[in-house]
């Protein structure tokens, strides 16, 4: 059983950046692509940016390309988003998740973490 645990989500000004981790354990992480997703209140949940098994390629959604970095470390079975000009749009929980493949993240992947909270003020 693939267990995701997420953590760095704090109040943030306008501006300001986070780096959020999604620490892995139960699986083979180092065989796994990894994705962030985000869901803001009254919202529904939307794909944030992903990262294949290698970290040889990521993609992101519009609304964060060039702000946003996702990274990970093999050796520490985690994965990283790097967020940064933060925008109160930006407020959401944001998850970390897994289908258990190399090279893709699915729209509904398998398995997920618990979330953590991201709060922008403007």
């Known amino acids: 059983q693939v267990q995701l645990v997420e953590s760095g989500g704090r109040l943030v000004q306008a501006g300001g950046s986070l780096r959020l981790s999604c620490a892995v354990s139960?699986?083979?992480?180092?065989?796994?692509?990894m994705g962030w997703f985000r869901q803001a209140p009254g919202k529904e949940r939307e794909f944030v940016a992903a990262i294949t098994w290698n970290g040889g390629s990521t993609n992101y959604v519009d609304s964060v390309k060039g702000r946003f970095t996702i990274s990970r470390d093999n050796a520490k079975n985690t994965v990283y988003l790097q967020m940064n000009s933060l925008k109160p749009e930006d407020t959401a929980v944001y998850y970390c998740a897994t289908d258990q493949r190399p090279g893709v993240v699915g729209t509904n992947p398998r398995s997920w973490g618990q979330g953590t909270r991201v709060t922008v003020s403007s």
């Open positions: 139960g699986g083979i992480f180092s065989s796994y692509a």
